[in-house]
């Protein structure tokens, strides 16, 4: 099979993630180096055989491969048909560098829950405009990685917390459309961002990026029956662009905003 390689790289508004990278590779090989933050890699297709600390490792389907700092490792593919993969390289606010022997000894995590996050967490990357749902899904990754590095635990149980859960609400209420970061919510409210998104998840049954979502479609709705155009609702309603308004409209409503605003009847005299 001739060599191919695919790749696209960003790096998104989210704190703690240095760079997305997604490639498919068949033919070609890494040599041994090194990155400077850390390396948390699924794989899609195909396997990838590496070398870390003089062992050889593997990647299967239902596997997560943390690959600590600074420490030297390679990559080839496993299999004939190569391998598409999905990486994210963390800085040392997600994962402290305490961990970095544990992940040494224990590169290779299978853990379907993890694994599931992890792709969760790629698809809320590739969408601008949905940050706050990729920092909250990144804070239970890192949340679980270091159970699993210090102690083998799985991740906490959710905490109710109903006062702290009810000042978050109250902050998502009051910025509707200019939003906040999770780290700046948690600061406001003195929580840590990992047991903010449990307990909000815990007492309303729905995350905290899913409710401003939802008030910011409700802030759309009476927008467009005002009879104003979707693209200037988009910008108003706190959404990235008409493109991220249309996604997330069409999910909770069932029809686009234009169809929506189409189909509005006069109102009552």
């Given amino acids: 099979m001739a060599a191919r390689q695919e790749v696209s790289a960003w790096r998104p508004a989210v704190p703690g993630v240095v760079e997305v990278f997604h490639a498919r590779f068949t033919g070609y090989a890494y040599p041994m180096h090194v990155h ?7 794989v899609d297709d195909g396997a990838v055989r590496y070398d870390l600390d003089r062992h050889e490792h593997g990647t299967p389907h239902d596997t997560v491969t943390l690959l600590p700092p600074r420490v030297p490792h390679n990559g080839s593919p496993a299999t004939s048909g190569g391998f598409r993969k999905r990486v994210l390289y963390l800085d ?22 993890l694994r599931r996050r992890v792709g969760r967490l790629h698809s ?17 990754i890192g949340e679980r990685l270091r159970g699993r590095l210090r102690a083998g635990r799985d991740a906490a149980l959710p905490r109710r917390d109903p006062a702290l859960a009810g ?14 970061t ?5 600061g406001l409210v003195q929580a840590h961002p990992a047991h903010l998104v449990r307990a909000f998840s815990a007492a309303y049954g729905i995350a905290p990026h899913q409710y401003l979502t939802a008030r910011r479609v409700d802030l759309a709705r009476r927008l467009l029956l ?8 988009a910008a108003v309603a706190g959404f990235y662009d008409q493109a991220h308004l249309t996604r ?6 069932g029809v686009t905003p234009g169809r929506y605003r189409d189909g509005r009847r006069p109102s009552a005299r």
């Fill in 248 to 253: 997330h409209f069409r999910k909770l409503v």
């Fill in 36 to 42: 400077e933050a850390w390396t948390l890699l699924i």
């Fill in 124 to 140: 809320a990357l590739a969408r601008p405009g949905d940050e706050l749902e990729a920092d909250s899904r990144l804070t239970l």
């Fill in 92 to 113: 040392t606010s997600v994962l402290g560098e305490d961990l970095i022997g544990a992940a040494v000894d224990a590169p290779d995590l299978r853990d379907p829950v």
């Fill in 167 to 180: 000042r978050l609400r109250e902050l998502l209420d009051e910025r509707v459309v200019q939003g906040l």
């Fill in 182 to 186: 999770l780290d700046e919510a948690a």
């Fill in 226 to 233: 005002d009879g104003r155009p979707p693209g200037e609702v």
